[in-house]
């Protein structure tokens, strides 16, 4: 199963032994994509499925709390009074509730490993600037380059609004594609893209170098945008 629905835990037959099943198979997929580093749109699905299941459960609890209770003895130990639920879920609460006690922990297990997969590709580049840092960097040009390959995916960025972790977005646009040899260095192919971009005369240019070969749209540039926004932030 490639994707699971937002909606999965009430679409089709609500039985526990068949969410299990949908809900493995889910996860058996997304974990040998993992494997593979491709993190991306996986790593966000999974947070939001996680998130999701979370405030479902809170609420099913905050439902149950609000229903009234029988006073039934007293606890002389904690100096408090029992109270018995005089509530009962119906067959389908409860068995959303076991579904959720179960995807919950599973979610969040395999949210960890994606993130920390994640963690270790930030962890392994560099980004430093091509040439002369002009004082406008709201916008110019991204290179990602695999030294294994010596491939560097050019593209055009810009810098937009805050996101809601207080940190800057970058949006890219794909424009070109170059290889890396002794007659073609990045300060070369900065050049070539003002010739060829007459609307960025100077423009800001920065280089996110990866040692291994990760997929790049779906791993690499996510990591490399996030990199840069901090490296921007930070001048």
């Not at 005089?86 to 960890?112: K, N, R, V, Y």
């Not at 977005?169 to 594609?177: A, G, H």
């Amino acid at each position: 199963m490639t994707k699971l629905s937002s909606q999965w835990l009430t679409d089709g037959i609500l039985d526990f032994e068949y969410k299990k099943y949908v809900l493995l198979a889910y996860l058996q997929h997304v974990r040998e994509e993992f494997n593979k580093h491709v993190l991306f749109p996986h790593l966000v699905q999974v947070r939001e499925h996680y998130d999701s299941s979370v405030t479902l459960k809170e609420s099913q609890i905050s439902m149950r709390a609000q229903f009234p209770k029988d006073l039934t003895g007293v606890d002389p130990a904690q100096l408090r009074w029992i109270y018995q639920n005089t509530h009962q879920d119906g067959a389908h609460l409860e068995e959303i509730g076991d579904i959720l006690e179960f995807a919950i922990p599973q979610f969040s297990q395999l949210m960890q490993e994606g993130q920390s997969r994640y963690d270790e590709v930030k962890a392994s580049l560099k980004i430093m600037p091509i040439g002369i840092v002009p004082l406008r960097t709201e916008e110019g040009y991204l290179f990602v380059y695999r030294q294994s390959s010596r491939e560097a995916t050019i593209y055009r960025y810009q810098v937009t609004l805050f996101d809601a972790r207080r940190e800057r977005i970058i949006q890219t646009q794909r424009i070109d594609s170059m290889r890396k040899n002794l007659s073609t260095t990045f300060e070369n192919m900065k050049v070539e893209l003002t010739r060829r971009y007459t609307q960025l005369p100077n423009p800001a240019t920065y280089m996110v170098e990866s040692p291994r070969e990760y997929p790049v749209n779906e791993t690499l540039l996510p990591a490399a945008k996030h990199l840069m926004a901090k490296y921007l932030s930070k001048e």
